[in-house]
């Protein structure tokens, strides 16, 4: 039977976005229904669809956001020392979002720098999320427990590297999490992969009034690293 060609798809004309664009109202309805399944998600075994739809809901914009954001994270219950990491990851995420730098500030100095289980538990969620390994995890635990196996941190570094920008909200996040992979993953600057990644935001970043000091020093630190390798 002769089978008819398909028609070649048609060239879009003049602007167009990127992705699917929701209503005003279904906005209201994805955020209604994120607020409900947070609320909601309670129960054992719950715990990560809670904290999605937390992070989910950290992406609406409007006033009573942070104040409903706030009120559910006073509620936080943490039994294990990863419960309690990833809740105060996603807090601090979302506050940054909300334009609040402190609080993920405040994360990376006491749960990151001061933490070197906190370090680990960093690059492990980047990595798994990132696509760093093709194996699934039917658990939060290899974050905690080491058991996510090989993984190179190439593709890691350049989606860090794209988040570091002034505008972004937790730009600080980022700097640090580049600056942790390159002290676990030294091949990275032996390549070259990081300078090339950091070829053009490098000098953006450290010319932007907007940069954290704590930022500014790691950036700085990456720099030299990026010298000495290249020497």
Known sequence: MHRRS???????????????????????????????????????????????????????????????????????????WLTAWLNNRSVAAVAARQGDRDRMSYFIENALQDDDAGEAANLAYWAYWIGETTVPQLSDDFIADGSLGPWHGGRLLVHLVEGIAPEHGYVDLNIHSVWSLLQVRPNLLRSGAAARALRDQLPIMLDSGELSASGRRELENIRYAIRLAEA
Request: proline share 8%.
């Open 6 to 80: 398909e028609a070649p798809p048609r060239q879009r004309r003049g602007p167009a976005p990127s992705g699917p664009e929701l209503t005003a109202a279904e906005r209201r309805t994805f955020f209604a229904n994120m607020r409900r399944t947070a609320e909601q998600a309670r129960g054992p075994g719950q715990f990560l669809l809670r904290r999605q739809a937390l992070y989910l809901s950290g992406y609406e914009k409007d006033t009573e956001t942070s104040e409903w954001l706030a009120q559910q994270q006073c509620t936080e219950r943490s039994d294990d």
